[in-house]
C-alpha cells in the first residue's frame, strides 16, 4: 500500500471538521462526509480559479449522502473546500 493510502486512513496529518458555508483552506487528502453535504465548490492544488466539484460529484446540486469519502484523482491534493450544507472531515495532507 502506498504511503499516501496508509497516511489517508490513519489521517496522521489530522482532521479539521468543517460544518459552515465559508470556503476551507488547507491541503488535504480526502473529504468525508459526516451528513447528506451539499458541496459548493472544490479547488485542486492550489488553484483558486477553478472549481472541480463536477469532476468528483455527478449532480453537484444534490447532496452527497452521509459516509462517503472523496480523495483527489493520480498526484492532486485538494486545496479548498466550500459547502452548501451539511458537514464534512477534511482528512490534512
Known sequence: MKAIHTGLMSAS???VVVNDTVEFVANANGFFMNEDTV?????INGDTATDVKDDYITTPATAVK???LITPKGNDYFSAITLTSGSVTVILA
Open 66 to 68: 452521509s459516509g462517503v
Open 39 to 43: 458541496i459548493a465548490r472544490i479547488e
Open 13 to 15: 496529518n489530522g482532521t
